[in-house]
């Protein structure tokens, strides 16, 4: 039997819906860059060369949704908007440095991996 998104939605393997939630294209990059606190809706689009306005707004949404991400509106003239990680979107952040050690170790290496072995 094939497992679509509703599967997944209703899972119980753990790293099944963990991966339903940041499988989405930017998703990652967008949490990666809320670790270091609170960006504006144009610094992380200027931070995520190539991401189109729309994307980032679908993401932020969806992360929002998730409690992933906090979304503060300030009622000023242009009205300003921040977005930062909650504690359910912090211990994300972990996953993401084990990330960043793997591609150290294994992808972004000088040689090619068939040189290495």
Do not use: N
């Not at 497992?3 to 339903?20: F, G, M, S, Y």
């Not at 504006?40 to 949704?65: A, D, N």
């Amino acid at each position: 039997m094939e497992l679509t998104k509703t599967h997944l939605d209703d899972a119980v393997c753990p790293v099944a819906r963990t991966a339903a939630i940041i499988s989405g294209k930017w998703t990652l990059l967008i949490i990666r860059d809320l670790a270091s606190g609170l960006k504006r809706f144009h610094q992380l689009e200027r931070s995520l060369c190539g991401i189109s306005p729309k994307t980032l707004s679908e993401r932020l949404r969806s992360l929002e949704v998730e409690g992933i991400v906090i979304r503060q509106t300030y009622a000023e003239v242009p009205p300003r908007v921040e977005y930062s990680l909650t504690e359910k979107g912090q211990d994300l952040v972990s996953v993401i440095d084990c990330m960043r050690s793997y591609g150290k170790r294994w992808l972004c290496q000088d040689e090619p991996a068939s040189e290495r072995e």
